[in-house]
């Protein structure tokens, strides 16, 4: 109950901030933003909806899952940093490159970043991160849930 609280005081005051910059929540003393949050509802709309335009009172239907994808994100990511786990650079890069792939040129991916607020480095700190959860996961949740061959047959 005081978590359901917590996340709509959260999300309301999320609702009434205006710059971009305004902190919606912190985990573990890192700052999440009102664009983070924003930047959280473009990517659970396309996965909820086929309607790419989704405005005011609809997207904000949207807060709450969004702010809990980008709290579990981020302990996720810390978990990955306590953990130690390394950055593989190729990965990052080959990601990059299917991203870049994608486009005609390197002038459409660029403008393509643009329209979505990123740069490449902020994309490339993205990814990063993205590839750091997806490791944490592995280790935490799939490698552990792996059966060896005696056990099998036990």
Avoid: C, W
Avoid at 92 to 101: A, C, G, P, T
Avoid at 106 to 122: D, N, P, Q, S
């Amino acid at each position: 109950m005081y978590r359901i609280f917590l996340s709509f005081f959260i999300i309301l005051f999320a609702v009434s901030s205006y710059a971009d910059d305004s902190v919606v929540a912190r985990v573990n003393g890192v700052a999440l933003t009102l664009k983070d949050l924003d930047d959280e509802v473009d990517r659970l709309i396309p996965r909820i909806t086929f309607h790419r335009n989704v405005y005011g009172e609809k997207r904000k239907r949207y807060y709450k899952q969004a702010l809990e994808e980008l709290i579990n994100r981020e302990l996720e990511y810390q978990e990955a940093s306590k953990l130690g786990l390394k950055i593989d650079k190729e990965k990052v890069d080959d990601q990059i490159k299917q991203m870049r792939n994608k486009y005609k040129s390197k002038e459409e991916f660029k403008a393509f970043l643009e329209r979505i607020g990123m740069t490449e480095e902020t994309l490339q700190a993205q990814v990063e991160k993205d590839i750091l959860i997806q490791e944490v996961f592995k280790k935490m949740v799939i490698e552990p849930s792996r059966m060896k061959d005696d056990e099998l047959r036990d």
